[in-house]
């Protein structure tokens, strides 16, 4: 595998790759990986003859009060499993050669609506910030796929909405969360989790679990369904930012003819945010609607 972290090295890789007809897979991450990241280089293998993956931790996308600084980097430990992974190249750049004018004042990739709600609402800026560096690598690396996970439900919708928007040929392939055996979905923020936190944590899924089942059972009182779980996450010592039931897709408002969902939440325990989320394509017709 080799490692580059030059831009104009980049391009020129990927160009040799072009010019003899290879097709590029691309996984964007900010390293520290763990089996999640690993299943989506996996799965970049079924789509081209060549994987790229990018580490890099990105500013923009953090809060002032954000982890950006005391966020995990494990280049050395990252680059042994993605060449065990057999990914072709990775893409390791520094601030300067991403940023290279002051990255609090550059031009950004903003998708109104979509960036406001939910984790956007909770984390502003934080869209604009991922769009951005989302669409800056996709300028270099000129990939044919790129594959992100389930994981990041809200990231996934933005950038299909930001790739078709801005006409961009790069086809976008969502990859299923990757869990723990208790349901915890694997992320590197998981490692700021206390012993006891990290027994707690699996009820996120277990909560959002329990609406999938009422939805599949035919209740469609989003709000009361959405207030039990917070009421229960909170109830054990978690501080939800939201519990959402949420049209799979497009992360519309339900209505009582929707029949495919989305169940998301993000919760604070301790000092760790935990996101999660569970697709339901429900078969059952909203008899119950308002019990
Ligand atoms: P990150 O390094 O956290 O920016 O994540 C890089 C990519 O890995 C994103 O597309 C994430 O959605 C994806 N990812 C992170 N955790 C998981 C997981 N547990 N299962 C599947 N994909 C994941």
Redesign the pocket.
Known sequence: MLTLHGIIELRDYVKHWRITGQRIAFV????NLHA??L??VERAHEFAERVAVSIFVNPLQFGPNEDFKNYPRTLEADKIQLAAAGVDLLFAPSLDEMYACDWEKITRVEVPGLASILDGKFRPGHFAGMATIVVKLFNMVQPDVAL??E??YQ?LVVIRRLVADLCIPVKIVG?P??RGADGL????RNQYLTASERELAPLLFRTLGKLVQALNDGRRDFQRLESEAVRKLSAVGMRPDYVAIRAAGTLATPDEVTGNFVVLAAAWLGKTRLIDNIEVHTTVASEHVGT
């Open positions: 964007p991450t900010m390293g999640g990241h299943h989506l992100f996970g994981k990041d990231q990859v969360t990757v979905a694997m992320s590197s």
